[in-house]
């Protein structure tokens, strides 16, 4: 499972957050040609290790920097083996639990904030992303990579401050193909139940 440049590969997903709609979205990546999560006879399960992920918010269709005069937040998060599907804005709704830490499910989340939001003008200590503040609270590491044994991983997404324009949310996946013997396989699969 140690991080090797010749086995990673990225894989990447967005979705299109609605100005002035409340509530969220989502955006699933299938995953089922990386995982096989039943091992037969001496071949071994296969996992997605996700060593990093990348997220950026960009504004209007073409995903250009976002606006100073943008208000609106957002919760985001990569939840293994959600399958909710793609879902656009308005459409999906989660508590702010599921963006917690002690979601099993968690493979990484932060927080966005508009340049002209509460938060961001609160001094609030935040990372700036793409020239806009933003938050990240879970995230996997190449030392300690989040294995997801699901056939899928969605991209969520809950509004707090409704956006003036559509945004797109988007996350990129450093991740390697790995085998799994029958225990770490097993334990995964446990902790990975919807």
Do not use: W
Request: hydrophobic letters at 40%.
């Amino acid at each position: 499972m140690a991080y090797s440049i010749k086995d990673v590969f990225y894989l990447s997903t967005s979705a299109t957050i609605a100005a002035g709609t409340a509530n969220g979205g989502s955006a699933q990546l299938d995953l089922s040609a990386y995982i096989d999560p039943i091992a037969r006879g001496r071949t071994k399960g296969t996992g997605l290790a996700v060593y990093k992920a990348y997220f950026s918010m960009g504004q209007a269709t073409d995903g250009e920097p976002i606006d100073d005069a943008e208000v609106g937040t957002a919760r985001f998060g990569l939840q293994a083996g959600l399958g909710v599907g793609d879902l656009a804005t308005g459409g999906f709704t989660q508590t702010t639990a599921a963006y917690a830490m002690t979601n099993a499910l968690l493979v990484a989340s932060g927080d966005f904030y508009g340049p002209k939001s509460m938060i961001a003008n609160a001094n609030t200590p935040v990372t700036m992303i793409n020239g806009t503040p933003e938050t990240q609270y879970v995230s996997p590491s190449k030392d300690v990579p989040y294995v997801i044994v699901r056939d899928n991983v969605c991209l969520t997404y809950e509004v707090g401050d409704s956006f003036t324009t559509d945004h797109i949310l988007s996350v990129r996946l450093e991740c390697a193909q790995i085998s799994l013997d029958q225990a770490t396989l097993n334990q995964l699969l446990r902790t990975q139940t919807v």
